[in-house]
């Protein structure tokens, strides 16, 4: 490259030599601006150039290098390391932030915390597994304060790796893992469970509801089994299917699981199972039953098809972690966090859902909130 810039020095100042020589024939800037004044301004020129040249290909190469930088003005990861002071977090999430559900919820809590806080944000979406930790570990090369693991599998990726960055605070949403720098959001989904129960069983006609879960791990699991509770409070003789999709990001999977319990009479599908869950509600609308959502509300997805949504109000759990880094109140442990705070809930109603089926609910949500009804926690699968 600096070769490069010899040459095009050289020929600029040829250039001007001749120019000078040339008399009218050469085109001047106004005023008296000499040969060596034109050779100047063009190695100037070359030189913006050249680190132009070299920004571009600095880009090119980080893009290559898999590094998904989602900012509105730069890149997060490339100012992490300026020392301005100014608050950046990061995210790491197993599918796609455009689900319309799980991962989109995500990226709603971190969009959260860049417009309350004025932090500078970056993500990485469709994060496997084994690239949890490189990726983990990226952002936490570039400085960032805060990094969000968007699953409880990634825990183990998480406590791996934070003992090597101190200074850095992790959190691990749905999680169970715990270390000084690492805390874990767990949320009570147990309880909008519970709800999505009483309003499937209270819409039902056949008596037979369904729910499917994107895996079968204990949190998960406590959900399906509040889902039959719930709808039990409602008609102790209903039946309900669970099926255990294995998949977050499968909506074929999920339509066929729907359409299984749909066959056997289940008039109510509720999902707990991200893009999966998708395909679930297809199964409905297609079918003519009800759907019930999850993670964010889904009722755009199937507009008369949705009757409510189990909301993850991942934006107020994002933002309180957020903000407890950067006013040095962050400790490292489990947030639990419910309906009691705000994290979680029901979105609107469909107007096909009756307005005493709503108020039941309702009720039953402020007695949860108030302590007079605790649901119960269930992490094994019955068959009930």
């Known amino acids: 490259m600096k070769r490069k810039l010899s040459l095009v020095m050289a020929a600029a100042l040829t250039a001007a030599l001749l120019g000078g020589c040339a008399g009218g024939n050469a085109k001047q800037p106004a005023g008296d601006t000499t040969a060596a004044q034109t050779a100047a301004q063009t190695t100037a020129q070359a030189e913006a150039g050249e680190k132009e040249a070299e920004k571009k290909e600095a880009d090119k190469t980080e893009t290559e290098n898999g590094d998904t930088t989602k900012t509105d003005d730069a890149k997060a990861g490339d100012s992490a390391k300026t020392g301005d002071g100014q608050f950046k977090a990061a995210l790491i999430v197993t599918g796609s932030v455009n689900d319309a559900g799980w991962n989109a919820a995500a990226y709603n809590g971190m969009k959260t915390i860049e417009s309350e806080m004025g932090a500078e944000i970056n993500f990485s979406e469709n994060v496997s597994l084994p690239d949890a930790e490189p990726a983990l570990r990226d952002f936490s090369n570039k400085g960032y304060n805060l990094i ?134 297809q199964a409905a609308q297609e079918k003519g039953v009800y759907a019930i959502g999850s993670s964010v509300d889904q009722s755009a997805v199937a507009p008369g098809t ?38 979680i809930g029901m979105a609107p109603y469909d107007a096909a859902v009756p307005e005493d089926v709503i108020k039941k609910i309702e009720d039953k949500t402020a007695q949860i909130v108030n302590g007079e009804f605790e649901v119960p926690e269930i992490l094994e699968r019955t068959t009930k």
């Open 148 to 281: 969000f693991a968007h699953s409880m599998e990634y825990g183990e990726s998480v406590t791996k790796i934070a003992g090597d960055y101190p200074d850095t605070k992790y959190a691990v949403y749905t999680g169970t893992v715990e270390a000084d720098n690492v805390a874990s959001i767990s949320l009570n989904e147990h309880e909008t469970g519970y709800l999505s129960g009483m309003l499937a069983a209270s819409m039902s006609k056949t008596g037979k509801i369904g729910v499917i879960i994107g895996s079968d791990l204990p949190p998960m699991i406590r959900i399906a089994e509040a889902y039959k509770l719930g709808a039990k409070e409602v008609n102790p003789d209903i039946q309900v299917f669970d099926v255990f999709a294995g998949s977050w990001d499968d909506i074929a999977k999920g339509k066929e699981a729907a359409l299984g319990q749909i066959e056997n009479g289940a008039d109510v599908i509720f999902h707990v199972a991200d893009k999966t869950g998708l395909g679930a509600i």
């Open 306 to 343: 949705v009757l409510s949504s189990a909301l993850d109000h991942a934006d107020k759990a994002y933002l309180a972690a957020a903000k407890s880094v950067s006013d040095g109140t962050f400790k490292g442990g489990i947030m639990r966090m419910g309906l009691k705070e705000e994290a």
